[in-house]
């Protein structure tokens, strides 16, 4: 009860005090919110047309705000109940945790150059485990800049370094289709400190107003108490044109090289084809496959993904099936993903976000999984620069050959943000 006071009087101190500079970052996400929106004027620069600009971290969130220098002060406050905090099969046990994460991230904007360093840490207080206490339980680093020399040709680089102890709150791109290979971190790890070293160089170049191409290289190092590490190595390369106002085509071309420690290197090759199809002005369906050859093996890598805006809220269904590996494990793993979102805003400012998930992992070295998660999320902006936000997580791992594991997390969180100019 005390905790919960607790945050209801910061929040009064904080709606009280508008003037305090502070800044929303996800406890282990190095890329920032956008700037404020009375410093984006409308002569700034926006992505060329059709092109995913990269990188699609910090930098990206500061295109199209005024020329000059940024600092990003942040700072979290949350108070989380997980039922599960070792991720067990027997004997669970349960605690509240406080966890403060304060941030900052600095950078410089200009017409053809973006930079945003970030870095923060997390604290951790625990009711009913105070050996687990700790003033710095994770931490990261972030660089992400963007360069447009020309209007039609973009660069991009990503660099991060993450170290946690709770692996399923990782802001990695593991959903339907990642354009960044990350480890099978869905599952259910406990309290295990791991590390995860991202670097993505990228290029984009518009040829036509309905034809461009784009070119990535991303290097992973990942690592996990007690685990093996994994290090991969994969370029990807892809050209679209619109051939109609509905239709868009796609010709991709993966290669990832996975160097998993007690294992011999693993090489993989895909080829895709992809169709992008407005089916209605409200639904859109985008698919994507082709073969995947690895080391004498043929399987399928596919993806698909449908899209429906309804007035109030908006709804996605997705599939996945790819090659991957679990953090900390030998081998690789086929990967088959099931997903379902829906947002909506049922008043104004105040959104809510379902998403159900079901992955399934098979390999040769490791026990076949299934992982059925549903995260369910609500965000309601208090001040400009201050959000409320609670969030509710419920994971199921049904592993053969070993015991099944339940664990519910529901968490409330305030989250302060200030971006702005060095100089105003």
Not at 41 to 56: Q, Y
């Amino acid at each position: 009860m005390v905790r919960w006071l607790a945050v209801a009087i910061l929040l009064a101190g904080l709606v009280g005090f508008p003037g305090v500079p502070a800044r929303a970052e996800a406890p282990t996400a190095p890329a920032p919110r956008r700037p404020a929106p009375e410093e984006a004027p409308a002569e700034g620069p926006t992505p060329l047309p059709g092109i995913p600009i990269p990188p699609t971290g910090g930098a990206a969130s500061l295109v199209g705000a005024s020329p000059g220098w940024y600092l990003i002060p942040s700072f979290f406050l949350t108070e989380e109940f997980d039922d599960n905090i070792f991720a067990s099969s027997d004997q669970k046990q349960w605690d509240f945790i406080s966890r403060f994460s304060p941030g900052l991230a600095g950078g410089y904007r200009s017409e053809p150059f973006t930079l945003l360093l970030s870095g923060g840490f997390d604290a951790e207080v625990f009711a009913r485990h105070p050996e687990l206490n700790d003033a710095v339980s994770g931490w990261h680093v972030g660089l992400d800049s963007l360069y447009l020399p020309i209007r039609p040709l973009a660069f991009g680089l990503t660099f991060a370094y993450i170290e946690t102890k709770t692996t399923t709150t990782l802001p990695l791109p593991v959903g339907i289709a990642p354009t960044v290979i990350a480890p099978a971190t869905v599952l259910e790890f406990g309290r295990r400190k791991a590390t995860f070293l991202t670097a993505a160089p990228s290029a984009a170049y518009q040829f036509t107003p309905l034809t461009f191409a784009t070119a990535a290289y991303t290097y992973t190092h990942d690592t996990i108490e007690d685990g093996e590490s994994t290090t991969v190595h994969s370029p990807v390369l892809r050209l679209s044109h619109q051939f109609t106002a509905l239709d868009t085509g796609t010709l991709g071309y993966r290669v990832a090289v996975y160097d998993i420690e007690g294992s011999p290197t693993r090489t993989s090759h895909a080829p895709t084809v992809g169709w992008t199809r407005a089916l209605t002005p409200q639904t859109k369906l985008f698919l994507e496959g082709g073969p995947r050859f690895s080391d004498g093996d043929v399987g399928p890598e596919v993806s698909a993904r449908l899209e429906h805006d309804f007035r109030l809220a908006k709804l996605a269904l997705g599939y996945a099936r790819s090659q991957g590996f679990i953090l900390g494990q030998p081998g690789l793993v086929t990967t088959e993903t099931y997903l379902g979102s829906i947002i909506m805003e049922p008043v104004k400012s105040l959104l809510v976000s379902v998403g159900p998930t079901i992955t399934k992992l098979s390999g040769n070295q490791t026990l076949d999984t299934n992982f059925y998660e549903l995260v369910a999320s609500a965000s309601y902006p208090i001040l400009r620069w201050l959000t409320a936000r609670a969030t509710y997580r419920f994971g199921y791992e049904e592993q053969l050959g070993a015991g099944d594991i339940l664990r519910n997390v529901f968490s409330v969180s305030l989250e302060a943000t200030y971006p702005y100019r060095v100089g105003q």
